[in-house]
């Protein structure tokens, strides 16, 4: 008896709470918001209240998939990014929730690592010629499938040796290492060509920055080019974000970071930069961190 006396003197209280609220403003339309606890402007479907003023910590958006870390890609990859690459080289599909990436891996730039009766071979501008790696560049085949929407993964991943990513080029991209645990040194690293790149066992790579040279017409060169696109979905711009044309400064240990680019038409979406910090003297590396994303294998 007491319990109903308590719960009909709640909806009496309750009744006349709502009556002055109306009382109070008429003109009040109440909305749903949504929760938006990581800030990125996305709201979480799952808890939502309504109000006429935005509450603090609430958006109107419910999209988003993640509410408990970064903006992933909640547009996806965009799409006008794969114009980058060499359509000689790479060939992309898409196939719903999926991009296939397939390269023959021939760049469409000069270098000495090319066989010398080849129309793109050039004498070493900056590769110390007794450090070059043997052979000279053929025809390989890499492919790989990556969500059209990547997502951070709740764990970073470590790369491992072979190739990580397929640069714009359609040359495979490599981590900062030369065989299991040994990091590139200074030395091998003088025999790379202006693009940042040698020979190796399976085939030529990339390891670096390209150099500032004339005969560099293709690469990103210490600007927000497209260098490619990581093994876990995520692109790879060069040192710049076209968000603000400068370093961007809240970049993570990846060097990844959620803004809009050339190709996002003003939509953030997560994407790593080459880190602008000095590797081994003055090389700068691709990428020397961790996978924030799933990694899938490069055939
Ligand atoms: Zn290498
Ligand atoms: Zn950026």
């Given at each position: ?72 890609n909640?547009?996806g990859t965009p799409v006008s990014a794969f114009d980058e690459f060499n359509a000689?080289a790479v060939?992309v ?6 991009i296939?990436i397939?390269s023959?891996?021939?760049p469409n730039h ?36 990556v969500?059209?929407?990547p ?14 990513g397929i640069s714009v080029t359609g040359v495979p991209i ?21 693009a940042g ?9 990339y390891?670096?920055e390209s ?5 560099n017409t293709v690469l990103s060169q210490n600007d927000d080019k497209l260098v490619g696109i990581l093994?876990d979905g995520f692109l790879l711009y060069g040192r710049k974000c076209n968000a603000?044309s400068?370093?961007p ?6 060097g990844g970071h959620?803004s809009a680019t050339q190709h996002s038409d003003?939509e953030?979406f997560y994407h790593y930069h080459i ?11 691709l990428f ?12």
């Amino acid at each position: 008896m007491r319990y109903l006396t308590y719960s009909m003197l709640l909806v009496l209280v309750t009744t006349i709470l709502i009556t002055a609220c109306k009382d109070d403003d008429d003109s009040c339309t109440e909305i749903t918001w949504y929760q938006d606890s990581d800030g990125d402007g996305l709201g979480n479907a799952g808890v939502s209240q309504l109000a006429c003023e935005q509450p603090t910590g609430y958006v109107t958006d419910d999209s988003d998939l993640d509410d408990t870390g970064d903006a992933v890609n909640p547009s996806g990859t965009p799409v006008s990014a794969f114009d980058e690459f060499n359509a000689d080289a790479v060939t992309v599909s898409f196939d719903g929730d999926e991009i296939t990436i397939e390269s023959n891996a021939l760049p469409n730039h000069t270098s000495p690592y090319w066989d010398s009766s080849n129309g793109l071979y050039v004498e070493p501008v900056i590769a110390n010629e007794s450090q070059m790696s043997p052979g000279t560049i053929n025809e390989r085949s890499y492919t790989v499938t990556v969500p059209a929407s990547p997502e951070k993964a709740s764990t970073t991943t470590a790369t491992g040796l072979g190739a990580i990513g397929i640069s714009v080029t359609g040359v495979p991209i490599f981590n900062d290492e030369e065989g299991p645990n040994i990091a590139l040194s200074e030395n091998v690293a003088s025999g790379f060509d202006y693009a940042g790149g040698h020979m190796g066992p399976t085939g030529y790579h990339y390891h670096l920055e390209s150099s500032d040279v004339t005969e560099n017409t293709v690469l990103s060169q210490n600007d927000d080019k497209l260098v490619g696109i990581l093994q876990d979905g995520f692109l790879l711009y060069g040192r710049k974000c076209n968000a603000t044309s400068d370093y961007p400064s809240d970049l993570d240990a990846s060097g990844g970071h959620s803004s809009a680019t050339q190709h996002s038409d003003g939509e953030a979406f997560y994407h790593y930069h080459i880190i602008n910090e000095f590797y081994t003297g003055s090389y700068i590396i691709l990428f020397g961190g961790e996978l924030q994303g799933t990694p899938n294998s490069i055939m």
